[in-house]
């Protein structure tokens, strides 16, 4: 054999060895037990147009393909494409963003149809993205109401599935608004808000789509489709006004992002229990996780920084393959067979010149396709086929995440976590419960710092608390509602607004792991307080943090009782993140106790969250 044939030869089991240059050429799935053969694999695919526009190209083992059929090689079955009313301009020029007209998708549609994958359609009912935060009508619809409203909703609907109809690209599954968590075609659509419809209006429109849908076809399934899939007083809030009206739905859609949405066991127990409950079919119709934190075109990424220690999984190949597993499992894995499948979102999104988020804007999501930057197949793709094999692997501990550290005042008893974050070798990071030993008092009575062991359990591995003890103590009880729960804080008016709950996602709270947050879907009015007593006489201070999204007629910070006049702070948020720490000096305690006191009268749907008091002797 001569030279130039041996070294193609070896060029070509590189070729076929490994798939992209991140070093990764296989991952390791576990199976899923009893996963059923029809199990919806779903790729959502509507940038696809836009990038084979632009000149994308996708590659498996090296061999140029049509990425649909690259899907469906590596066990996909279901495509879902996104539908926007008029994407383009007053002068025709495109939007960006997939430029998701119904001829477009139609197309992708007509393609998947011919390779025997199942379609889903997303319709937003809007010209641009919709999602939770914005729901804008399309333009042609602007000033419509009513009857008119829903009779433009019917006729639309009816003309785009008609047309995939009469174009053999029929879908099997569509999907009435996108992410509607606050209604869509706002404000007629709209759910809270002192602008909004209502859940009538919204039923009515929502219910307008879907008799245009079984117009066409009565063999369509109908979805209605909600984000946030770990938060369950979302779902329960939603279903149980939706479904006194006679809302007319199959199948609930999820969208579950693990580094927004909360953990995997609450995305498990919200969906369990809404299966028990609707008795409906659920899939997750959004979900995404990143292969790595390089970015291709210089347009900041959405998933980036630390975000994968919230969300789970380090960000590597084989830390997408385990993310999508679990995912797969959990729905799998819903009582009485209601979980049908899940759907990853926009996984064929490479970095292609023009085929942005929005026109002459770059791509945020290429570090969370399932193609690496110059549109080779990464390994993990194949988690859809490897979800079937028989062969269990256990995943082994390499590593212990989590740093403990606590801040606590002289006297104040430590809120020690209870479980501790390990990366395992599937790049997998699980909390895991862990047994501390006992404090010695001595080291609570005087300022300094101690380190406090504790194992965690099942791996018995050390971990250690680094436990700073300051000279002032806070005299507040439950000052950052570690204790998951109110008391002895007391709240007096529309206590329904007011609920301690773990933050999700973390940094809703200040510290640690639980906040105050206040929300309610009408108007509110309530007193937060809570009476310190047995105060020696002196000068105090009082402090807290709170952070929310604004619009309340009144949020008051006030002490009284404490032997002089009352003294007050106005306090106005002003967005996500946004933290404020108002703070009370000169405090001139003569009566032995101070109440301390946040006042509110929101709107509906105004919200915040509220941490960490501090009551301090002042220096």
């Known amino acids: 054999m001569g030279k130039k044939k041996v070294l193609l030869i070896l060029f070509l089991l590189g070729v076929f060895m490994t798939t992209s240059g991140y070093g990764e050429s296989k991952v390791l799935v576990n199976p899923i037990e009893n996963?059923?053969?029809?199990?919806?694999?779903?790729?959502?695919?509507?940038?696809?147009?836009?990038?084979?526009?632009?000149?994308?190209?996708?590659?498996?083992?090296?061999?140029?393909?049509?990425?649909?059929?690259?899907l469906k090689d590596h066990g996909v079955n279901w495509v879902r494409v996104r539908i926007w009313n008029d994407p383009y301009d007053e002068k025709g020029n495109p939007y960006g963003g997939g430029n998701c007209d119904y001829k477009n998708m139609t197309e992708l549609a007509k393609r998947a149809k011919s390779i025997g994958l199942k379609v889903l359609v997303d319709f937003h009912y809007s010209d641009f993205w919709a999602d939770p935060g914005k729901q804008e009508k399309p333009k042609a619809w602007k000033n419509l109401k009513g009857k008119a409203l829903e009779k433009a909703v019917s006729d639309f609907t009816y003309q785009v599935v008609k047309y995939m109809k009469d174009n053999k690209a029929l879908p099997d599954m569509v999907q009435i608004g996108n992410e509607v968590n606050n209604g869509f075609l706002w404000p007629d659509g709209k759910l809270v808000g002192d602008d909004a419809g209502g859940f009538e209006n919204f039923v009515k429109l929502f219910n307008a789509g879907v008799n245009a849908v079984r117009r066409v076809d009565k063999n369509i399934k109908i979805a209605v489709h909600l984000a946030e899939g770990g938060n369950s007083a979302l779902f329960r809030w939603f279903f149980g006004n939706v479904l006194s009206l006679k809302m007319d739905f199959d199948v609930i859609g999820v969208s579950y992002y693990p580094y927004w949405h909360g953990t995997i066991d609450e995305l498990r127990e919200n969906l369990n229990s809404i299966a028990l409950w609707l008795n409906k079919e659920i899939a997750i119709f959004e979900t995404a996780y990143a292969w790595t934190l390089d970015d291709a075109d210089g347009h900041p990424n959405i998933f980036g920084g630390d975000l994968w220690k919230?969300?789970?999984?380090?960000?590597t190949i084989q830390g997408q393959a385990t993310a999508i597993r679990d995912i797969?499992?959990?729905?799998?894995?819903?009582p009485n067979n209601k979980g049908i499948g899940i759907f990853y979102w926009e996984?064929?999104?490479?970095?292609?010149?023009?085929?942005?988020?929005?026109?002459?804007?770059?791509?945020?999501?290429?570090?969370?396709?399932?193609?690496?930057?110059?549109?080779?197949?990464?390994p993990s793709l194949d988690v859809f086929n490897l979800v079937y094999g028989k062969e269990k692997i256990t995943p082994n501990p390499i590593e212990v995440l989590s740093e403990v550290n606590i801040k606590v005042s002289t006297g104040e008893i430590p809120n020690l976590p209870e479980k501790a974050k390990v990366l395992f070798d599937d790049d997998s990071i699980r909390s895991i419960k862990i047994k501390w030993d006992n404090i010695d008092p001595k080291f609570l009575t005087t300022p300094g710092e101690f380190k406090l062991r504790g194992i965690i359990e099942g791996i018995q591995k050390e971990i250690y608390a680094n436990i700073y003890v300051s000279g002032q103590k806070n005299y507040i009880q439950n000052p950052s509602f570690e204790s998951g729960t109110l008391s002895p804080w007391k709240v007096e008016g529309d206590i329904s607004a007011v609920k301690v709950v773990k933050a999700?996602?973390?940094?809703?709270?200040?510290?640690?792991?639980?906040?105050?947050?206040?929300?309610?879907?009408k108007p509110f009015k309530f007193e937060l307080y809570q009476v310190i007593k047995n105060l020696s006489p002196g000068k105090y201070k009082v402090s807290f943090w709170i952070q929310g999204g604004g619009g309340e007629n009144l949020i008051r910070f006030k002490v009284s009782g404490y032997g002089g006049e009352d003294k007050f702070i106005d306090i106005i948020n002003t967005g996500?993140?946004?933290?404020?720490?108002?703070?009370?000096?000169?405090?001139?305690?003569?009566?032995g106790e101070i109440k301390i006191s946040i006042i509110v009268d929101g709107n509906t749907g105004n919200w915040a969250w509220i941490d960490d008091f501090e009551l301090k002797e002042q220096e």
Do not use: R
Request: glycine fraction near 12%; charge should be negative.
């Open 347 to 378: 996984g064929c999104w490479i970095p292609v010149k023009g085929a942005g988020w929005k026109q002459g804007e770059g791509n945020p999501w290429e570090n969370q396709a399932l193609f690496d930057f110059k549109g080779n197949t990464l």
């Open 35 to 70: 996963i059923s053969k029809d199990f919806i694999k779903g790729v959502d695919i509507s940038m696809v147009y836009e990038v084979e526009k632009n000149g994308g190209k996708y590659f498996d083992n090296g061999v140029q393909k049509d990425p649909l059929q690259i």
């Open 504 to 521: 999700t996602p973390p940094q809703n709270a200040k510290s640690g792991d639980y906040a105050l947050n206040y929300w309610l879907d």
């Open 328 to 334: 797969m499992d959990v729905v799998a894995h819903i």
């Open 310 to 315: 919230i969300g789970g999984y380090k960000p």
């Open 576 to 591: 996500w993140l946004n933290w404020k720490n108002p703070t009370i000096s000169d405090i001139e305690v003569t009566t």
